[in-house]
């Protein structure tokens, strides 16, 4: 089976159920924070700053299995779940100005596991 890359599993973002501004988790799925692929350099490289000054990040240092893809998009979404899921899956720790998403599907790639 041919492993699609991390942007395109981003890409492929799921689904997200959310009226007006609550979410709705189905029957208790698991959900995860990654960043909106349309994000600007500075705002993801912003949200992975507070993110890491939250929470430890060092599951991206360069030797870490998330380390790659080394770009912004990926290191984001990798800073941004890590702070959701220590503050507790609420719709309001995954939204970074709007620049994220909760998602349902897995966004784990190799042997990066997203929390």
């Known amino acids: 089976m041919a492993m699609l890359k991390v942007p395109t599993l981003l890409y ?4 997200c159920l959310t ?8 029957n208790g799925q698991r959900t995860w924070c990654v960043a909106k692929p349309s994000s600007d350099d500075a705002t993801l490289l912003a949200n992975i700053n507070y993110a890491c000054s939250q929470v430890d990040c060092q599951i ?3 030797s870490s299995p998330c380390f790659a893809p080394n770009n ?3 290191h984001a979404s990798i800073a941004m779940n890590l702070y959701y899921q220590s503050k507790g ?9 709007g620049s994220a998403l909760v998602v349902v599907t897995d ?6 596991t997203f929390a």
């Open 89 to 97: 899956k609420n719709h309001w720790n995954c939204d970074f100005k």
């Open 60 to 62: 991206l240092q360069r």
């Open 19 to 26: 009226s007006g501004n609550n979410l709705f988790m189905a």
């Open 107 to 112: 966004p784990s790639y190799g042997n990066c």
């Open 72 to 74: 912004l998009l990926n």
């Open 12 to 15: 492929l973002l799921l689904l």
